[in-house]
């Protein structure tokens, strides 16, 4: 390569990233099912950063899984199950809105092994 060669280098600078919890991420006991971790980091994505709190619907979650929405609310239960996340059924009057996902501090039994 000579000196008059750009290379085209990812500036991060600009780029928004999302934080997913490393003790979900390595988790291999817990977890059973990519759609499981996926759906956990896409909550990750839409959480605010400061109450934690997101509020996409199961259509939006199966459309950046690339998966269904039975899929979804599968891997929501398992999620909500473990204490991974906290889900609140919205309503305004008769009408449903999307849930609300807060995510929690993952439970003792997530620690990381000890090898990383």
């Given at each position: 390569?000579?000196?008059?060669?750009?290379?085209?280098?990812?500036?991060?600078?600009d780029q928004?990233?999302?934080r997913v919890?490393?003790?979900?991420?390595?988790?291999?006991?817990h977890?059973d099912?990519?759609?499981?971790?996926l759906?956990?980091?896409?909550?990750?994505m839409?959480?605010?950063n400061t109450?934690?709190?997101?509020?996409?619907?199961?259509?939006?979650?199966a459309?950046?899984?690339?998966c269904?929405?039975?899929?979804?609310r599968?891997?929501?239960?398992r999620?909500e199950?473990?204490e991974?996340?906290?889900?609140?059924?919205?309503?305004r009057g008769?009408?449903?809105?999307?849930n609300?996902?807060?995510?929690?501090?993952?439970?003792d039994?997530?620690?990381?092994?000890?090898s990383?």
């Amino acid at each position: 390569m000579t000196q008059d060669t750009k290379l085209n280098v990812l500036d991060f600078q600009d780029q928004r990233f999302t934080r997913v919890t490393k003790s979900v991420i390595n988790d291999e006991v817990h977890l059973d099912k990519a759609s499981q971790k996926l759906v956990y980091a896409i909550l990750c994505m839409y959480a605010d950063n400061t109450s934690m709190k997101s509020h996409p619907s199961v259509q939006t979650l199966a459309k950046k899984a690339c998966c269904s929405e039975n899929t979804v609310r599968a891997a929501l239960k398992r999620l909500e199950e473990l204490e991974l996340v906290k889900i609140t059924r919205r309503r305004r009057g008769i009408s449903h809105l999307s849930n609300e996902y807060t995510l929690l501090v993952p439970p003792d039994s997530f620690t990381l092994p000890t090898s990383i």
